[in-house]
């Protein structure tokens, strides 16, 4: 073993930490759930998942990374040989969100291209979203289930996705994941920020934000509310699949973990918050402009990136194929840095327990992602996204982050210890609230959360798809990802590859 990689700087690592939680789900998720579930009252429990939650496991994965340097399956088995496979399953959760969400960045590279070359219109919502859609539907009769031909419009930028994707993890931690972020990261900040500018300066911009921020009380009493905070914090945080600990097994020794912490889920939320703003803006405009209640364009939910916002730009008053380029290019750099974040998991994973080259290990794992994806980029691929999407979110990441900090800290017994070692080498120490957060509020919060999704998800079907269909991507997916955490965890690992590394910092 030639000792692990490194990054090169402090600012090399939180600019891919950052880059890892700043992706689609700060752009196209968090406005119109936010919207969905109280408006301005939703920030509440909102902060209070992020506080209590999300910073806390932020601070655990980093520690859990940097203490015992490794891909997520070896720091878990070096905490205990036991608990190996809790890295394995948060290894195949992110193994299955890489399948689709590369095909979301190729629907974003496709839309970015319309707007370069003003094919920019009605056919633009119409396009691709018709393809999947219509033709499934109407034209071949299909159903959820069937998978209908490729779609060419989203094949070929898919591909693109899988060589720069792949590309930047050939290079390593180093040369490849740090400098890629180095350059998308501020890019991405920029180019928001514009657009952004543009939106609330917009005549109707004010009705917008209005209909965002207008606090709804009666629903913050509504469990779901808190449910739909807790999900969004740990999808956006990037927490509870194998993410965090991978890249943090790459600090050097000396390095600020309570500090970084707390840098990254800031910065995540602002431009969370950036977002909502920019987003709700535009359909103030597009609302007054046509002369419609803001709630009857903003409750497109998924369809409001690729339905919805084409036609608002479309109709902004001036230089709208450059402000398109802004919004859709943004969420393929923010959606790239993500990618590359959720194949390293596995890459580095399976580099650990196979002790193979970096080369390798992308060829394998990224190529196996990559030839999956396509599956979804067929006619019928949307409903399979869709579905696996659900449940990998509610029984995947959730649930993967409720048993961990359950055997964590209650098993395991390993808080204090998890504790001593993040303090010693930040800035700021953490004290009691860190271990209540993690040991007492967190579980419960998440166990109430995977009880009452369990209810909802046995008692009806998710979006009224066929039973059939749901036990297959939906029910299968889930169960499948902790069979494929156990078997990888039984496989034997090679000689001493569990002792600590000896190496110079
Ligand atoms: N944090 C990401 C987001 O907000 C979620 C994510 C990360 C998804 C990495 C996939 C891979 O979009
Ligand atoms: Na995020």
């Known amino acids: 073993m030639s000792g692990r990689e490194q990054w090169g700087t402090r ?17 196209w998720r968090f406005p119109y759930v936010a919207y969905e579930n109280g408006g301005g009252a939703f920030f509440l429990p909102y902060l209070f998942a992020l506080l209590t939650a999300g910073i806390p496991l932020l601070i655990m994965e980093f520690t859990i990374g940097h203490k015992n340097r490794g891909s997520a399956p070896l720091s ?9 496979w809790i890295g394995w399953w948060q290894v195949a959760i992110s193994f299955v969100i890489s399948t689709y969400y590369a095909v979301i960045i190729a629907w974003a590279i496709a839309y970015t291209y319309f707007a370069v070359n003003q094919r920019w219109g009605e056919d633009t919502g119409g396009f691709l979203m018709g393809e999947y859609l219509q033709r499934v539907d109407i034209v071949s009769g299909g159903a959820p289930g069937d998978l209908g031909s490729l779609v060419p419009g989203v094949f070929i930028p898919l591909i693109l996705v899988w060589v720069i994707a792949l590309g930047v993890l050939f290079k390593g931690v180093k040369r490849g994941i740090e400098v890629a972020n180095r350059i998308f990261i501020p890019l991405l900040v920029v180019m928001f920020l514009l657009i952004v500018i543009r939106a609330v300066t917009l005549e109707g911009a004010a009705l917008g934000l209005d209909a965002f921020f ?10 779901e509310v808190w449910v739909a905070a807790y999900g969004q914090i740990f999808f956006s945080l990037s927490i509870g699949f194998a993410i965090m600990v991978t890249y943090s097994s790459y600090l050097p020794k000396k390095a600020d973990i309570n500090n970084n912490a707390f840098i990254t889920g800031f910065s995540n939320s602002s431009f969370e918050l950036l977002a909502g703003i920019g987003v709700f803006a535009a359909l103030g405009f597009m609302a007054s402009a046509s002369g419609v209640e803001v709630a009857d364009v ?8 690729f339905v919805v916002f084409p036609e608002i730009i479309n109709t902004f008053p001036g230089f709208n194929g450059f402000f398109g380029v802004l919004f859709f290019g943004s969420l393929v750099l923010a959606g790239l840095t993500s990618l590359i974040s959720i194949v390293e998991t596995f890459v580095a994973g399976i580099q650990d327990k196979f002790n193979i080259s970096r ?10 992602s990559a030839l999956i994806s396509l599956l979804f980029a067929t006619q019928g691929g949307l409903f399979f996204l869709d579905a696996a999407d659900y449940f990998v979110n509610q029984f995947g990441i959730a649930l993967a982050g409720l048993v961990s900090v359950i055997i964590v800290a209650w098993f395991l017994r390993k808080l204090p210890e998890l504790q001593d070692h993040a303090n010693s080498v930040s800035d700021f120490r ?15 919060v998440l166990g109430y959360m995977f009880i009452q999704n369990t209810i909802t998800n046995l008692t009806s079907n998710y979006e009224d798809y066929p039973t059939s269909f749901l ?26 590859a569990l002792e600590m590394p000896k190496d110079k910092n």
């Open 11 to 27: 600012a090399g690592f939180v600019l891919a930490a950052i880059g890892s939680a700043v992706g689609l789900g700060n752009i």
């Open 430 to 444: 953490t004290g009691l609230w860190w271990k209540v957060c993690l040991g007492v509020i967190t579980p419960i």
């Open 471 to 496: 036990l297959l991507s939906g029910w299968g997916v889930a169960i499948a990802v902790i069979v494929v955490g156990f078997i990888f965890a039984a496989v034997k690992w090679q000689k001493n």
């Open 298 to 305: 903003a409750s497109a939910g998924i369809g409001l990136a």
């Open 76 to 84: 878990y088995a070096r905490l205990n040989k036991k608990t190996e």
């Open 214 to 223: 207008r606090p709804n009380w009666d629903e913050i009493m509504s469990p």
């Open 359 to 368: 080369v390798k290990a992308v060829a394998f794992g990224g190529g196996l």
